[in-house]
């Protein structure tokens, strides 16, 4: 993924977003916050402009890294996020599975 994109992190209840930016175009990572310390990750969009251009990963990661710094656990619905956390076993830590 190259420098110049960007990615967000929303919030609006129990809903989150991660938001990621770049050439005009939105990719993004939605979750549910089940508790304090829990999430599910839902789903993942990537319009065809972003694909295999390490969008879709870039959002993963940094879910991955806010919940290994908030200490939180993500349950991973969607099938994107699920399949990156087979490939990525040094996440197995946030994962519940």
């Known amino acids: 993924m190259s420098a110049d994109a960007e990615i967000t992190r929303h919030v609006d209840g129990s809903k989150g977003r991660y938001l990621l930016k770049r050439d005009g175009q939105e990719a993004e990572l939605t979750y549910s916050i089940l ?3 829990s999430i599910i990750a839902d789903h993942t969009g990537v319009p065809e402009a972003l694909r ?3 969008a879709g990963l870039a959002l993963v990661t940094r879910l991955v890294e806010d919940a290994r710094a908030e200490g939180v656990r993500i349950v991973p619905l ?5 399949a990156q956390r087979q490939r990525h076993p040094e996440w197995a830590d ?4």
């Open 52 to 54: 295999s251009t390490g």
């Open 94 to 97: 946030v994962f519940n599975v």
């Open 35 to 37: 508790s304090p310390t």
């Open 78 to 82: 969607c099938p994107f996020v699920n």
